[in-house]
């Protein structure tokens, strides 16, 4: 089975604060992504990363960044954290290519202070 | 129009129903479907993948496609009060990311 790990489940931050998301995924897969799920907005995708050091930008970037140094690990950056940011971020993994089914991590709930 | 939308919920059925869910897409090019499931504090698991118009079976759970309609449903037979999550569906093209259903919460009560 495919596993996504994400290094926190809870975690509170305050507002300035420089703020890394850590997934990890043991299954060799080319694709990763970065979501935040809010209610009644959804799963937003932040950004995704379709090999080593590659990055693309999706619907909602702004104060996110992104780094991808080994194939298995992915890191979401919030450059300086604001309460705007509290959400559920969730984590996903796939084989290259976009017909492929993404497998997900259990989320991170941060919460902004 | 956005390009999926699905039935915002919640829904609440008693065990045994038959649930109907349903999601609607405005892209023609949309060509892979998806059904995730999603409980309480954890992330998406996927549930059902297909590709073709038409049905398909696993266990309890059927996937249809009208890609003519741009309409794709998951149903769920005998429901049991651990099928009471959150659905999402989830379709996307050969050359485009994912596109998600914002979910429906379902609760089969005992």
């Known amino acids: 089975d495919v596993k996504v790990t994400q290094s926190s489940r809870y975690l509170v931050k305050r507002t300035g604060e420089k703020v890394f998301l850590e997934c990890v995924q043991d299954m060799d897969h080319e694709n990763m992504f970065w979501y935040r799920q809010d209610p009644g907005l959804g799963l937003r995708l932040i950004y995704f990363s379709y090999d080593v050091k590659m990055k693309e930008k999706g619907d909602i970037p702004e104060g996110y960044s992104v780094s991808r140094e080994k194939k298995e690990r992915f890191s979401l950056i919030l450059e300086s954290a604001s309460t705007n940011q509290t959400s559920m971020y969730l984590c996903?993994?796939?084989?290259?290519?976009?017909?492929?089914?993404?497998?997900f991590g259990d989320g991170t709930r941060l919460s902004i202070l | 129009q956005k390009e999926v939308e699905q039935d915002p919920g919640p829904l609440s059925v008693p065990e045994g129903a038959i649930v109907s869910l349903n999601c609607t897409y405005s892209?023609?090019?949309?060509?892979?479907f998806m059904w995730y499931r999603q409980y309480s504090r954890k992330g998406p698991e996927l549930l059902m993948y297909t590709y073709s118009s038409g049905n398909k079976e696993d266990g309890r759970f059927t996937a249809q496609v009208d890609k003519s309609s741009k309409y794709i449903s998951l149903f769920i037979r005998d429901s049991q009060p651990s099928d009471s999550a959150t659905y999402l569906c989830?379709?996307?093209?050969?050359?485009?990311?994912?596109?998600f259903g914002k979910g429906i919460t379902l609760s089969v009560r005992p």
């Open positions: 892209n023609s090019a949309f060509q892979y």
């Open positions: 996903a993994s796939s084989l290259g290519g976009f017909r492929q089914p993404q497998h």
């Open positions: 989830a379709i996307g093209g050969a050359n485009s990311k994912l596109t």
